[in-house]
């Protein structure tokens, strides 16, 4: 329906009433008076329809206008066409709006709307129950105000938010939380918390069950090693079938005890025992004895080992692990880079970082590899590193240190060609250079 009021059509209309008085005006002898009268009822039927309109414009409940003919009729009608269409948008944004809150509601996360202030809009019952919040008093808080840790402030400070941060319940210690945070529409930030209790405490159990066994392998196997090496270096000798088998029995016995030190290393690391020790390393003397230790052990494969060490370069760490990532990078090199190899040991300023790598000319890694080989357990070749004494954990030790240092691995390896691993880390303002 359209209706359309041209100047045209209403001056005719006002020509025709006045036309009309005026004609029954001049039949009376009365034109002036009747002229008048006809434009002041028509001025009293155009106010009567607008305090009408005004009334129900603000003081009527009812969805329909009042009724009326002609051009105020017209009126009326665009006036319920427009809120009736006005009505069936909000229908249909609420229906939009109830199948959101469904959906957020169905989540088995707490999740919340925040604004890019991230002042709280909205939030689903789990965030009522897990985080604390309070529904409607917290709308408009800040997310900070209610979830008061220090590792969740740091986290906003940092704003990376591509990693998940970890905390604890507000409102139940036992419950662990991973905390994301997501840009959501043009100007939100979706944050979502996961229970992650159950996942925890199955990690800590796989941990601590790791950590136990070693420590609990690491005796026997000790002794049985002792007596091996006791029976082997007798002054009796003995039979050809038995030297060899007790020569066995040694070689394995060593194997089991390097993987089950490197497991416990592992374990230490993992359960980040020593967090509170970071203390200035002296980076230049610590690799030097490293490579030192490495030329002395490795003399039969008459490697050329070289260093490049820049000696004042000194950062802020954890010595133990720093020592174990380093060396397990070194000791890689030389067991996989044939006799007469080389293998040079750096560790120099690179741009704000500090840059320790190692280059040799061994096989090298196919690149299908290289991304897993820091994965617990993963040997390329499964039967060499055997024969190197390889378990797998070596790059899982080296990735987990980096972890607790800020620093990350990068691996530049051309198959044939020899393979370098590089490790940048951060240097902080107070780090000695
Ligand atoms: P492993 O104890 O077997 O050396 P790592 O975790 O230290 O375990 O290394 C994993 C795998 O990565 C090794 O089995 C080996 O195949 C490969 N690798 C590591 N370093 C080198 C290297 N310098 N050159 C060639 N391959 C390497």
New binding site residues.
């Given amino acids: 329906m359209y209706f359309r009021l041209s100047v045209k059509s209403v001056i005719t209309r006002l020509l025709t009433i006045l036309s009309v008085s005026v004609f029954f005006g001049w039949l009376i002898g009365q034109t002036l008076l009747v002229l008048c009268i006809s434009v002041l009822v028509l001025l009293c039927w155009h106010y009567h329809h607008l305090l009408k309109l005004i009334k129900w414009l603000w003081s009527s409940k009812a969805l329909s206008p009042p009724q009326s003919e002609g051009v105020w009729g017209k009126i009326y009608d665009g006036l319920y066409r427009q809120t009736r269409q006005h009505r069936q948008k909000q229908k249909q944004l609420n229906e939009r709006i109830r199948k959101f809150r469904d959906g957020a509601e169905a989540l088995p996360d707490a999740a919340l709307v925040l604004s890019d202030e991230l002042t709280i809009l909205w939030g689903n019952k789990k965030a009522q129950r897990i985080l604390g919040i309070r529904w409607p008093s917290d709308v408009g808080q800040r997310i900070e105000n209610l979830i008061r840790f220090p590792e969740f402030y740091k986290y906003i400070d940092a704003g990376n938010f591509e990693q998940p941060c970890h905390i604890i319940s507000p409102v139940n210690s036992e419950i662990q939380l991973e905390l994301r945070l997501m840009a959501y529409g043009t100007d939100q930030v979706l944050f979502l918390a996961r229970d992650v209790s159950k996942i925890k405490r199955l990690e800590d159990m796989r941990r601590d069950f790791v950590a136990n066994v070693s420590h609990e392998l690491k005796t026997p196997l000790t002794v049985v090693r002792g007596y091996v090496e006791m029976i082997l270096t007798t002054e009796h000798a003995l039979e050809p079938h038995w030297q060899k088998a007790f020569s066995t029995i040694e070689t394995q016995v060593s194997r089991m005890d390097r993987l089950v030190e490197?497991l416990l290393i592992l374990s230490r690391v993992e359960n980040h025992a020593d967090h509170e020790k970071k203390q200035l390393v002296d980076m230049p003397r610590l690799i030097h004895t490293l490579v030192d230790d490495a030329t002395w052990l490795n003399q039969a494969k008459q490697h050329k080992i070289t260093a490049d060490l820049a000696d004042d370069l000194w950062i802020e760490g954890i010595d133990t692990e720093l020592k174990s990532a380093c060396a397990?990078?070194i000791s890689?090199?030389i067991?996989?880079?044939p006799e007469h190899g080389r293998v040079n040991v750096s560790w120099q300023r690179s741009g704000n970082k500090a840059r320790f790598s190692?280059k040799?000319n061994?096989?090298?890694?196919r690149p299908e590899?290289v991304n897993r080989?820091?994965e617990r357990f993963?040997?390329?070749?499964k039967s060499?590193?055997r024969d190197?004494g390889?378990?797998?954990?070596?790059?899982?030790i080296v990735k987990h240190v980096l972890l607790h240092h800020n620093a990350e691995l990068a691996i530049e390896?051309h198959w044939g060609e020899?393979?370098e691993?590089i490790i940048d880390f951060e240097l902080l303002d107070k780090d000695l250079t």
């Fill in positions: 490197q397990n990078l890689n090199a067991a996989y880079t190692v040799d061994g096989p090298g890694i590899h080989i820091t993963f040997r390329v070749d060499r590193s190197t390889g378990s797998g954990l070596g790059l899982s390896s020899g393979s691993f």
